[in-house]
């Protein structure tokens, strides 16, 4: 009897051990993962390190890139498009004037109805329309019939009261926000698309033409008075509503800048002279390049794999549309490589630019303690439906490097446009403010992002020097913009 107890006792006992071996092997495992997990991210974050000392190389790098730009045309990476606006809006404008704003993944149609000086802005109406993403890489005519169906039907909606008088034709500004080689204030070939949109037949071809024959087919009576970039149009309704603007950039899907510059620190200028002895420069920023910007395998991956490979290279670290690209990229080689989310890679999270920035962007605000928003973004958009409280963590963790880097750099990229002003360093007794206006999705919607570039910002310049900085949100500033620069432009003014 007690051999038969010492045998079942000990046949307990190495059960006992077993499964305390498997168990252990299973934590073993387990931590091997998320051991390997992490060093993939600590790698990450690694490369994406932004000392400030890296961000005032950026800068002047970016300042360097701008004056070679202003010297001669492909003197740079940067572009440095003179806009042929040499006089920004005054408040005297007077009417009403129509916009197109087509700049990303949706464009805006929009009226407003200005007062003239002392009366400002009486009335403003715009639509917003979504672009197929079909059209984005089809034919010329089928996006500008597509674009100039939507702006008939805008304007046939309206009330009697906008109505012009007989024989006079209604004045549109076109705000155009990729790269345009212009030579006057209403004609400009397109240089190269970015954003997404890819029609090779529109590249070199007037976009004001191709914009003129759509309406034309459409019985739009209309006629196109100023073509301006997005942020040249920013610019321009910034400095309607603040004489002290002298600045634009957008963040939104793409990002550029655009600026007030001496027209005699622009050699390649060879027009009419500006009366004004200043120009507006476009400068098509994001394809701003240096040894200095912070790259990752991630981003060169992407790189090479996107529409334009070797082109804005800076707007993809910057930029609304590649953000959660980045985070995807990232997250699927922890899948792949430390089994993240289990034994098998979750197939949606193959998918290029299935995890977007907006949803980056709520991942990165979940403030609840368990990180629900985490959790319903992973299983609704990617399809994971079983992750720990630890793995969400790392989630909005790897979400704060990628948004971290991209505002830093911004906010390098807008030192470096104020060293190029002269407005990076204090000037005794001058207290002029310089305010720099701000536009885009990116900037409007993610806000830890835009926190981190404005305060990236102030720790650049030193607390002193940032006082007489303001940045401003101009909310639908481009289009607006582009509507006073065609009021400003209009071939009835000479009638008035």
Not at 420 to 440: C, P
């Amino acid at each position: 009897m007690g051999r038969v107890t010492v045998v079942v006792v000990c046949c307990a006992a190495l059960a006992a051990g077993v499964a305390a071996a498997v168990v252990v092997r299973r934590r073993v495992k387990r931590g091997g993962k998320c051991g390997k997990a992490n060093g993939i991210m600590k790698e990450f974050e690694e490369k994406c390190r932004t000392p400030a000392a890296k961000l005032k190389l950026v800068a002047d790098a970016m300042t360097v890139e701008m004056h070679a730009g202003l010297a001669s045309e492909g003197g740079s990476k940067l572009k440095m498009i003179i806009s042929y606006v040499d006089n920004l809006p005054t408040g005297d404008e007077k009417g009403t004037y129509y916009a197109l704003d087509l700049g990303g993944t949706n464009f805006r149609v929009l009226r407003v109805h200005l007062g003239g000086k002392g009366v400002g802005l009486i009335n403003q109406e715009f639509a917003e329309v979504s672009i197929p993403p079909h059209l984005m890489t089809g034919t010329s005519d089928a996006l500008f019939d597509y674009i100039a169906a939507e702006l008939a039907k805008f304007v046939s909606q309206e009330s009697e009261e906008f109505k012009l008088s007989p024989g006079r034709q209604m004045e549109l500004g076109f705000t155009f926000s990729f790269p345009v080689m212009q030579t006057s204030i209403n004609t400009g070939t397109l240089v190269r698309w970015t954003k997404g949109f890819s029609i090779d037949e529109m590249v070199g071809r007037d976009v004001v033409e191709e914009l003129s024959r759509a309406m034309a087919k459409q019985g739009l009576d209309m006629s196109v008075s100023a073509l301006v970039n997005d942020t040249v149009g920013t610019l321009a309704g910034g400095r309607y509503a603040n004489k002290d603007v002298v600045a634009a950039v957008i963040l939104g899907t793409g990002s550029n800048a655009a600026y007030v510059e001496r027209a005699q620190a622009i050699p390649k200028w060879h027009g009419v002279p500006s009366k004004s002895g200043e120009m507006v420069i476009n400068m098509e920023w994001g394809n701003f390049r240096s040894s200095h910007l912070p790259l990752s395998e991630y981003d060169n991956a992407m790189d090479v794999e996107s529409l334009n490979p070797g082109e804005q290279i800076f707007e993809k670290m910057i930029s609304g549309m590649y953000l959660g690209e980045i985070v995807r990229r990232v997250l699927l080689r922890m899948a792949q490589e430390a089994a993240f989310f289990g034994d098998t890679v979750p197939p949606k999270l193959e998918v290029p630019f299935a995890l977007r920035t907006p949803d980056m962007s709520a991942m990165h605000h979940d403030t609840s303690s368990d990180l629900k928003v985490v959790e319903t973004k992973l299983k609704d958009i990617l399809e994971i439906s079983s992750t720990s409280l630890s793995m969400r963590k790392t989630i909005v963790e790897l979400c704060n490097i990628v948004a971290t880097r991209g505002a830093r750099l911004a906010a390098a990229g807008i030192l470096g446009v104020l060293k190029k002003m002269g407005r990076d360093a204090a000037k005794d007794g001058d207290k002029q403010k310089t305010v720099i206006v701000m536009d885009g999705g990116l900037y409007e919607h993610y806000a830890e992002y835009s926190k981190c570039l404005e305060n990236t910002l102030e720790e650049l310049l030193g607390e002193e020097l940032f006082k007489n900085i303001v940045i401003e949100h101009s909310n639908d500033g481009s289009g607006i913009g582009a509507a006073l620069l065609a009021a400003s432009h209009s071939k009835y003014l000479q009638d008035e």
